[in-house]
C-alpha cells in the first residue's frame, strides 16, 4: 500500500494580532461612518444657505413689486411721501444712490428729445411745452440732464411754459432758485392762487391748460415726474412721465430748501 500526503494552506495569527486587526477593521469603520454623517451634514448645510439666499432674493423682490405698486397708486391718488412705509423710502434712496434714477432719467429725456427732432414750432400759432419744474427744484440728480433738453428746447423756439404746485408767493425765490440751476428764458411761470391752494392739483392744472387753450396757444407736450399734472382735459399731443421716486421725501427736501432761500431774502 502506497502512502497519502495531505498538504493544507494558510497562515496563523496570534491572538494579539487579530485584536489589533478587528481593532484598526473597526476604527476604519467608525472614521468612514463619521466622514458620511459628516458629508450628510455639509451637504444640508449648504441647502439650507443655497434655501436662505433664495427666499432673500424672493423677499427683495417682493418688497420692490410692492413699492413699485404703492408708487403707482400713490401717484394716481396724490399720496403724500409723508405716508410711505420706510421700507420703500430705504428703495427709493437705493434707486438713486445705485444710479437707477439717473439711468431712467436719461432714457426718458432721449425719448423726448427724439420725439421733437419731428416736429417744429407753428408759425401761425403759438405752441408750448409744459413742464412741472417742482421736482427739478429738489431733485439734484436730474437738473443737469433736464437742463440740457431745456436748453435744446428753447434753442428750437418752443414756448416753455413752467408749472409749479406752490403759492404765488413763492414766485421770487423760485425764479431766482431756477436761474441759479442755469434755467432761463421761460415764456411764464404759472404758480398758485389762494383760491388754487384750495383746489386738487389736478384740477389746478387742468384749469390752467384749459385757459391756455382759450388765450390761443397750443400744447404740444406736457413734461412731468408726476401724475397730477398729467391727468384731465387740454393735455396735448405728447406726454412724457419723468422717473419719480416716489417715496423720497422730496416735498420736505424742496419746503425746507426754499423756507432757507426765504429767510436769507429776508
Request: a negative charge; hydrophobic letters at 40%.
Given at each position: 500500500?502506497?502512502?497519502?500526503?495531505?498538504?493544507?494552506?494558510?497562515?496563523?495569527?496570534?491572538?494579539?494580532?487579530?485584536?489589533?486587526?478587528?481593532?484598526?477593521?473597526?476604527?476604519?469603520?467608525?472614521?468612514?461612518?463619521?466622514?458620511?454623517?459628516?458629508?450628510?451634514?455639509?451637504?444640508?448645510?449648504?441647502?439650507?444657505?443655497?434655501?436662505?439666499?433664495?427666499?432673500?432674493?424672493?423677499?427683495?423682490?417682493?418688497?420692490?413689486?410692492?413699492?413699485?405698486?404703492?408708487?403707482?397708486?400713490?401717484?394716481?391718488?396724490?399720496?403724500?411721501?409723508?405716508?410711505?412705509?420706510?421700507?420703500?423710502?430705504?428703495?427709493?434712496?437705493?434707486?438713486?444712490?445705485?444710479?437707477?434714477?439717473?439711468?431712467?432719467?436719461?432714457?426718458?429725456?432721449?425719448?423726448?428729445?427724439?420725439f421733437f427732432d419731428t416736429v417744429s414750432p407753428s408759425k401761425n400759432r403759438t405752441d408750448a411745452v409744459l413742464i412741472d419744474i417742482d421736482n427739478i427744484l429738489v431733485s439734484d440728480p436730474s437738473v443737469r440732464r433736464i437742463l440740457e433738453s431745456y436748453t435744446k428746447l428753447?434753442?428750437?423756439?418752443?414756448?416753455?411754459?413752467?408749472?409749479?404746485?406752490?403759492?404765488?408767493?413763492?414766485?421770487?425765490?423760485?425764479?431766482?432758485?431756477?436761474?441759479?440751476?442755469?434755467?432761463?428764458?421761460?415764456?411764464?411761470?404759472?404758480?398758485?392762487?389762494?383760491?388754487?391752494?384750495?383746489?386738487?392739483?389736478?384740477?389746478?392744472?387742468?384749469?390752467?391748460?384749459?385757459?391756455?387753450?382759450?388765450?390761443?396757444?397750443?400744447?404740444?407736450?406736457?413734461?412731468?415726474?408726476?401724475?397730477?399734472?398729467?391727468?384731465?382735459?387740454?393735455?396735448?399731443?405728447?406726454?412724457?412721465?419723468?422717473?419719480?421716486?416716489?417715496?423720497?421725501?422730496?416735498?420736505?427736501n424742496y419746503e425746507s430748501r426754499i423756507h432757507g432761500l426765504v429767510q436769507i431774502e429776508n
Amino acid at each position: 500500500m502506497g502512502s497519502r500526503y495531505v498538504s493544507e494552506s494558510g497562515f496563523y495569527m496570534t491572538s494579539f494580532a487579530a485584536t489589533i486587526f478587528i481593532a484598526g477593521l473597526v476604527t476604519i469603520g467608525v472614521v468612514l461612518v463619521t466622514s458620511v454623517v459628516s458629508l450628510a451634514v455639509m451637504l444640508q448645510s449648504c441647502e439650507n444657505k443655497s434655501k436662505g439666499v433664495v427666499a432673500t432674493i424672493d423677499k427683495a423682490n417682493d418688497n420692490h413689486h410692492y413699492c413699485e405698486i404703492l408708487a403707482l397708486h400713490g401717484e394716481l391718488n396724490g399720496l403724500k411721501p409723508d405716508n410711505v412705509p420706510p421700507l420703500c423710502r430705504n428703495l427709493a434712496v437705493q434707486y438713486i444712490e445705485t444710479g437707477g434714477y439717473t439711468r431712467d432719467l436719461d432714457f426718458v429725456m432721449r425719448m423726448i428729445e427724439n420725439f421733437f427732432d419731428t416736429v417744429s414750432p407753428s408759425k401761425n400759432r403759438t405752441d408750448a411745452v409744459l413742464i412741472d419744474i417742482d421736482n427739478i427744484l429738489v431733485s439734484d440728480p436730474s437738473v443737469r440732464r433736464i437742463l440740457e433738453s431745456y436748453t435744446k428746447l428753447h434753442s428750437r423756439g418752443w414756448l416753455l411754459i413752467l408749472l409749479s404746485r406752490k403759492h404765488e408767493k413763492q414766485r421770487h425765490v423760485t425764479t431766482k432758485h431756477l436761474n441759479s440751476l442755469g434755467f432761463s428764458g421761460w415764456s411764464s411761470l404759472i404758480m398758485r392762487s389762494d383760491l388754487e391752494m384750495e383746489m386738487e392739483t389736478r384740477e389746478y392744472f387742468c384749469r390752467r391748460r384749459t385757459e391756455m387753450k382759450e388765450q390761443g396757444n397750443e400744447i404740444m407736450s406736457v413734461i412731468s415726474s408726476q401724475m397730477d399734472a398729467l391727468m384731465g382735459l387740454s393735455l396735448g399731443i405728447q406726454l412724457f412721465k419723468l422717473p419719480n421716486p416716489l417715496y423720497y421725501n422730496f416735498e420736505n427736501n424742496y419746503e425746507s430748501r426754499i423756507h432757507g432761500l426765504v429767510q436769507i431774502e429776508n
